[in-house]
């Protein structure tokens, strides 16, 4: 077999800096923005939301206002493993033309395993929690409005999250109801023809939705994930920290972050290839440290019921 067709053993930070393009559908960590930190364990300290008291009134004279403690809770992390092999035999790096291409091949699909299983991690976070209330296409504008003031003292941008497949259910619901159908109708696909074939696609329904409820974004997963197993008729209101600020947390309450261990000080990756010689083979190990850490549970609101 000829050499040039076998990687390069050992840890690769070449193929590690390589970017995944991620599929349309990887919100994850805009929801639970990552934290990069130096060791896989450690204490987390961060804001609560501090429930509002009445200002005082008629305070007398020389005397002290009625003080109410404002202080920080702690939790702690610990960011474990994951991992995943692809290989590519010498001879499919030659169809790949050659075993460049391959060694991104490779380091590509094993990374992306990894982005699946942290997504997975924050997906479980969002709508696997405890329900709060059940869907109703009739009350769904009541209903959010009541999701949006359970969080309202959460910092960020209001969202809405979950898996196109719900979102379309959800519209197909509203368009069928008798009271917002028309009203909902006419938000998304306008009045004209004109206007009307520009409001048949997705992101037109989104838009429209986001207005109808009053969220300043609607995130849509990837069905794979968002949609599989008890989240498939689910969805949740929650607060988006913006993520610009890595230690947000300790003065703003936000509902999480996602703890991911920096090997070398600057990238989570670590790809590792192996030219195995005795199988005739390539490996290519993709490997990352994480921990998805809820700050702050009751920054999501989440509803149940969205049935086909």
Known sequence: MNDAYY???????????IEVNPPEGYIGTKIMPIVPVSEK???IYYAT???DAAAETGRAAGAAPSASAISDSNTTFTAAEAVKRGTITPDEAKTMGGIEKADAVGAKWGKRQVMNAIESAIAAVVLGGEVDDAFDSAKLLDDSQTALDAIRLYEGRTALVSSPMVLKRIVRNMLQDVNYGPMFSR?????SPAQAATGMNFKSWMTGLAMFLGVDE??????????AGTNAERFAFCKLDDGADELSHKWKPVLGKTFQFMPDGSNPWVIQAVADRVNVNNLYDAYSW??????????????DGVAA
Do not use: K, M
């Open 218 to 227: 609607i995130l849509a997963g990837d069905d794979t994930i968002w949609n």
């Open 41 to 43: 364990t450690g204490t």
């Open 7 to 17: 990687t390069e053993t050992g840890e690769r930070p070449d193929l590690a800096a």
């Open 49 to 51: 939301v501090i429930a």
């Open 290 to 303: 994480y921990n998805v850490v809820t700050l702050n549970a009751t920054a999501i609101y989440l509803f």
């Open 187 to 191: 938000l998304i696909a306008g009045g």
